[in-house]
Every structure is written in structure tokens, then in C-alpha cells.
């Protein structure tokens, strides 16, 4: 009988969608995916697939399969496997048993794809490169990819021998089903945050001018702060600046010593990042001191920026083509300004990311990701377990791109 993709990802498909949903009941936020893990290495062990467990702070696991012949390359394939601190509102069947937590980014869909793509290639008659399998935990907020690549997933520390170059996707609300999206470059934001603590001299409301005031010092603050985009950027060349909250004062009628602004920079180019980071801090200071407070800016560095390796990207293109179809296949004109750790395997070797439709057909909008009311569309996982099949079995490579000597 002969071995046919689409006939192996059919039969793959029952038993990945039981894990999603297992996974949306149980959902687990950063670095503590413990159950979720397990669920992981069952499977695997089920498909009798070598892993290693145990890794990004205790909840990464990383599986591999070998090549049936010589002469490939490594192809590493990645998913991520954390939650939310949303409470969940879809109304499921599957919804989420933990008040507060749920799989509002479609992780629990990204875990299911990438198993299937393993119980598919587990059983493909031949499979011409040495492959990994990166299940990886706290990509929402705590550098999972970083842990994973400082742990050895990547360098064949581990496991197998070093990945020469990386795929990864993600479920995406803006495209419909059937469709994937890339771009060359410069796919996602790097992710920097802020803290502006505007420190004055507290006094009574009835009596302002006996204190600095930092409430009122703040309000200058952010709205001097919109000058960074507006004044100081080239309006070709794409910036976000947001104060997203605002703390200080407990009586309506206390002027408070401080005001604590949060909030976000989102940058392009390390040049662009480095420049935000020290208008921010100028715009910030000065704007402080001339309304007679004073400002300390704290720093959380983010997540670099995800670039996707052009000559990856266009074997991605080229294969998926050919699968899906031309038209299936878009380029994004412009990066997305939200962030992702995809990026910090792009630090070590070629990476590639797509976004994966998973609007209904004949649907105008579907729930945005980290919307109370988003679910990864379980019909999404065919698609993206047949695109990751696809990468891993075209014999053509990327020799030119192999990382070891």
C-alpha cells in the first residue's frame, strides 16, 4: 500500500484533536506546565519516539527522530505549550476547569499540530533529514526559547546532533483557513517594557502649590511621550510607544509623592530600539523636571526581533506552494508589532515563522488571540501538521545554511 501524506495526517488527526482539547481543560501558565509536559511525553512514548524531558526550567521536552538515509540536513520544528491568566469565556464543551486560566493564544492547537506532525513522520516510509521536535514552555512573558537554546535544545547537546535550521507557526485570527502567512526579514516585534516612577512632593488638593505635582507631571509625560513616534521617527519606519496603565494616589483629595507609569516599546531594528529606549528616558526626565518632579526609568528588556532567514523562508514558500496552493500562501507587506521568543532561536541559526489561518471560511472576523472568547479551530491542525510534514520530508535542504562545520 503506498504511504500518502494526506492519508497519514487523517490518521493523525483523531488522537491530536482528544489532546487539544485535554489541553484547553487543563491549561497551564509559565513554567508550570508540569501536567502538560507529561501529557506531552506520553504521547511521544506512545509513538515510541526518543525525547528528552526536563528542560526550560523543568517543563520544556525535546523529541527526535532520525533520518532513514544520509546526507540530509537537521530540521528543527517547535511549538509552544504555555496558557493565559485569562478567564475563559468560549462556552465550550472542552472550556477551560481553571477560574483565570486558559489557552487564549491557541497553544494547546500549536502542541497538537506539532504531535501530529510526529505521529505522521514517525510512520513515513522515509524521512531524509535528522529532525527535532522543540516543545517549549513561558513563551507568554518568560523567554521559554531563550531557556530552551541556553539548555541545549538546539546545539545537540541534548539530543541528536545540532538543528541546522527552524520552522515554528502560529494560529492566526486575521487569516482564514487554508492560508499561511510570511514574510522575509522582520516578521514580529522586538517586545521592551517600561516603568516610569515620576516622584514629586505630596500636599493637600486645596493646596497644590505647597507640593510637586507628580499626577500632573505624569499627564505631560505621556503626552510628550507620543512625540517619539510622531517628531522623532522617519514616518516610513514603524515604532509603538504605549503607556498602557497608570498608578498613584489613594484620596481624592491628596496630591501622592509618586505616579507609576507602565507601559511598551515596539521596535524593528536594534538602531530603532536603542533610540526609543533614549528618547523615552530624555523625554521622560526632562519633562519631570520642568513641571518640578524628578523620573526614574526602569527597564525590562523583551524579546528580540523575530526575523525570518530569507533563503529558509523561500523553501518554506516553495513547499507549502505546493501543497496548499499559490494563492494559499501570502506575504505580509508589513512586520506584526507584537512579539514572540520564536526569536531567540533566529539568534542561533536559521529561522523561519508563519502564521496559520484559522478564521473560518466565509467568516468576516474570528476572536483576536488573547481574547477571552478565542479557540485555536481544531480543523487549523491538518493544515499546519501537513505544512510541517511537508518541511520535513522535501529532500531538498539548505546545505548552504548547515550551522556546524
Known amino acids: 500500500m503506498t504511504w500518502r501524506l494526506d492519508d497519514a495526517v487523517a490518521r493523525a488527526i483523531p488522537a491530536a484533536l482528544a489532546i487539544r482539547h485535554d489541553l484547553h481543560r487543563h491549561p497551564e501558565t509559565c513554567y508550570t506546565e508540569h501536567r502538560t509536559a507529561a501529557q506531552i511525553q506520553a504521547r511521544l512514548s506512545a509513538l515510541e519516539v526518543e525525547f528528552v524531558g526536563g528542560l526550560a526550567r523543568g517543563t520544556g521536552t525535546l523529541a527526535w527522530l532520525p533520518a532513514t538515509q544520509p546526507g540530509g540536513n537537521c530540521i528543527a520544528l517547535r511549538a509552544d505549550i504555555d496558557a493565559l491568566p485569562i478567564h475563559e469565556e468560549t462556552g465550550l464543551e472542552y472550556a477551560s476547569t481553571f477560574p483565570g486560566r486558559m489557552h487564549a493564544c491557541g497553544h494547546d492547537g500549536h502542541t497538537a499540530t506539532l504531535l501530529a506532525t510526529i505521529d505522521v513522520l514517525r510512520h513515513a516510509p522515509t524521512r531524509p533529514h535528522d529532525l527535532l521536535f522543540l516543545f517549549q514552555p513561558a513563551e507568554e512573558g518568560g523567554a521559554g526559547g531563550l531557556a530552551m537554546v541556553e539548555d541545549g535544545a538546539l546545539d545537540g547537546r541534548v539530543l541528536g546532533r545540532p538543528a541546522d535550521f527552524i520552522y ?126 524628578r523620573a526614574e526609568v526602569e527597564w525590562r528588556e523583551g524579546y528580540p526581533v523575530t526575523r525570518n532567514e530569507p533563503r529558509a523562508t523561500e523553501r518554506f514558500r516553495r513547499i507549502v506552494r505546493a501543497r496548499l496552493g499559490e494563492s494559499a500562501v501570502q506575504d505580509r507587506a508589513h512586520p506584526v508589532m507584537g512579539g514572540e521568543d520564536f ?63
Not at 516603568?195 to 512632593?201: P, T
Not at 497644590?208 to 522617519?234: C, E, F, K
Not at 531567540?344 to 523561519?352: E, K, R, V
Open 168 to 293: 515554528g507557526l502560529h494560529g492566526w485570527n486575521e487569516a482564514a483557513l487554508g492560508e499561511v502567512i510570511t514574510r522575509d526579514g522582520a516578521l514580529m516585534a522586538a517586545t521592551d517594557s517600561f516603568a516610569i516612577h515620576v516622584i514629586g512632593r505630596g500636599a493637600h488638593a486645596a493646596a497644590p502649590h505647597t507640593g510637586a505635582d507628580p499626577v500632573l507631571a505624569s499627564a505631560h509625560v505621556i503626552t510628550a511621550l507620543q512625540s517619539v513616534v510622531a517628531r522623532n521617527m522617519d514616518p516610513a519606519e514603524a515604532m509603538v510607544v504605549t503607556v498602557a496603565n497608570i498608578h498613584g494616589g489613594l484620596a481624592d483629595n491628596v496630591i501622592p509623592d509618586r505616579v507609576t507609569l507602565g507601559g511598551t516599546l515596539r521596535t524593528l531594528t536594534d538602531r530603532d530600539r536603542a533610540f526609543g529606549r533614549d528618547r523615552i528616558q530624555a523625554i521622560a526626565e526632562g519633562t519631570a523636571q520642568a513641571l518640578g518632579c
Open 343 to 405: 526569536s531567540y532561536y533566529g539568534l542561533q541559526i536559521p529561522a523561519s515563522f508563519f502564521f496559520l489561518g484559522v478564521r473560518p471560511v466565509g467568516e468576516a472576523t474570528y476572536p483576536n488571540l488573547h481574547s477571552p472568547q478565542f479557540d485555536f479551530n481544531d480543523n487549523a491542525i491538518a493544515i499546519g501538521a501537513g505544512c510541517f510534514a511537508a518541511l520535513a520530508l522535501d529532500p531538498e535542504g539548505l546545505p548552504e545554511l548547515v550551522a556546524r562545520p
